[in-house]
């Protein structure tokens, strides 16, 4: 059983491009949730997908944006990127609706905005 | 909205020695749950424990342990007979009980960073 694996490990971006960020979730899980880490602080959650519907936001803009595919893998888009949206992006995968059921996490992909 | 403050930044204890990582929440809710997850150098979260706040009893998973004190809002973790492989920044979070906008959202502290030392 293969784990929650993540894409790429590392990202160097300027100011104002569009990223993309993705996310394999453990075989079997229908959930995958997306957070942003900063430097120093504690995951912020962006949002939830479910059976590839976002069931689920946080206090993230519009530019922030996803998708979640039939195999229930994930893509997290920002576009317009900001200094600030230098961070670590963890996704997490589960089955069905937690915290019923545990949530794995990633290894995260380290963005950096220049 | 409910916040998670971790008021340690950082914990250092000796090998086979115990430390306690303090955590304590705000929320108005009264059906939710918190968790301690584990984040060492490699990056990936690790869940330590989970708790239930209409459970009485105190979760412990091996030499982990919580201290759960629902009037006081506050959710301790208790390292028993550390090893080196415990460094690792310590995160409490809170997630209400499952209604259509909180589906999944764990909020997180900021984090404690625990060094065990030889």
Redesign the interface.
């Known amino acids: 059983e293969t784990g929650v694996t993540q894409s790429p490990t590392h990202l160097i971006k300027t100011r104002g491009q569009q990223v993309t960020l993705r996310c394999s979730s453990q075989s079997g899980h229908n959930?995958v949730?997306w957070?942003q880490q900063a430097l120093?602080?504690?995951?912020?959650?962006i949002f939830?997908y479910?059976r590839e519907e976002e069931?689920?936001r946080?206090n993230f803009p519009p530019r922030f944006s996803g998708l979640q595919f039939p195999n229930y893998s994930s893509e997290l888009n920002v576009n317009a990127l900001e200094l600030d949206d230098s961070a670590?992006y963890?996704c997490?995968s589960?089955f069905g609706?937690?915290?019923?059921n545990?949530?794995f996490?990633?290894?995260?992909t380290r963005l950096t905005v220049l | 909205a409910q916040t998670?403050t971790q008021s340690q930044p950082e914990m250092s204890v000796q090998e086979a020695e115990t430390v306690t990582l303090s955590c304590t929440y705000d929320t108005s809710e009264n059906n939710y749950?918190l968790?301690w997850y584990k984040q060492p150098p490699?990056?990936?979260?690790?869940?330590v424990i989970?708790q239930e706040a209409y459970k009485q009893q105190n979760a412990t998973e091996n030499r982990f342990s919580v201290n759960f004190q629902k009037a006081a809002k506050s959710f301790s973790l208790k390292i028993s007979d550390s090893q080196l492989g415990d460094t690792a920044m310590y995160?409490c979070?809170f997630?209400k009980h499952?209604t259509?906008?909180?589906?999944?959202?764990?909020?997180?502290?900021?984090?404690t960073q625990v060094v065990v030392t030889p």
């Open positions: 959930t949730s957070y120093g602080q504690g995951p912020q959650f939830q479910y069931n689920g946080g670590l963890l997490a589960s609706q937690v915290p019923y545990e949530q996490f990633g290894p995260g | 998670v749950y968790f490699s990056r990936q979260m690790i869940l989970r995160f979070a997630m499952m259509t906008d909180s589906w999944g959202k764990l909020q997180f502290g900021s984090g």
